[in-house]
């Protein structure tokens, strides 16, 4: 069971990126997922989830700017980035959430998105 | 929004101690508290769920206490693996808040 995740790197205050999660060991669309971010020093910050059934639900902080996905063939998540702000940089992890505890019980190992011009 | 606490902010310890961690609720979230711990560089992983529950492949020393709004981690005895950042959760509101996180440091 693993989590690995893609498409972080350095974009401008206003601009766009994608992130991915791919899910190896498990189903992504059976399962409940999940993004979380961390700020250079700083504590987690829970950002999205998606359930199995498709809800999706965010943080106020990206709410409007950031779409939640996931693609049932490439068994991977996705974090569609917009209108990025300098506050947005940060490792973001993709994790899994148990659908009875709701922990989140894997994780990726982060990818990087720095905003910045 | 469930605002999440703990104290304290850092910890120093030896190998050997016992140590607890608490963690305060804003407002009630039942059972649903989740405990992390985090090594520089690292993806969190999940120690505790559900409050008391261990999660599979993480030693007995770590147990995890408490419902309502006041929670506990407890680590009976130190070893030199532990040392690292440790996070609580709440799962019962969206949105799903950490607290501040308690850095445990070498004595």
């Known amino acids: 069971v693993q989590l690995v995740e893609s498409g972080g790197g350095l974009v401008q205050p206003g601009g766009s990126l994608t992130l991915s999660c791919a899910a190896s060991?498990?189903?992504?669309?059976?399962?409940?997922m999940t993004w979380v971010r961390q700020a250079p020093g700083k504590g987690l910050e829970w950002v999205s989830i998606?359930?199995?059934?498709?809800?999706?639900y965010f943080a106020d902080s990206v709410k409007g700017r950031f779409t939640i996905s996931r693609h049932n063939a490439k068994n991977t998540m996705f974090l569609q980035m917009n209108n990025l702000r300098v506050e947005d940089t940060a490792v973001y992890y993709c994790?899994?959430?148990?659908?009875?505890?709701?922990?989140?019980?894997?994780w990726g190992q982060g990818t990087t998105v720095t905003v910045s011009s | 929004d469930i605002q999440m606490t703990q104290s304290p902010s850092s910890l120093s310890a030896s190998v050997g101690d016992r140590v607890t961690i608490t963690c305060r609720a804003s407002?009630?979230?039942?059972?649903?508290l989740n405990w992390y711990q985090q090594k520089p560089g690292k993806a969190p992983n999940l120690l505790i769920y559900?409050?008391?529950s261990l999660q599979s492949g993480v030693p007995s020393r770590f147990s995890g206490s408490g419902s309502g709004t006041d929670f506990t981690l407890t680590i009976s005895s130190l070893q030199p693996e532990d040392f690292a950042t440790y996070y609580c959760?709440?799962?019962?509101?969206?949105?799903?808040?950490f607290g501040q996180g308690t850095k445990l440091e070498i004595k």
């Open positions: 994790a899994r959430v148990g659908s009875a505890t709701l922990a989140f019980d894997v």
């Open positions: 060991g498990f189903i992504v669309t059976r399962n409940y």
């Open positions: 998606i359930y199995s059934g498709g809800s999706t």
């Open positions: 407002q009630s979230i039942a059972g649903y």
């Open positions: 559900a409050a008391s």
């Open positions: 959760q709440q799962s019962n509101n969206r949105p799903y808040s």
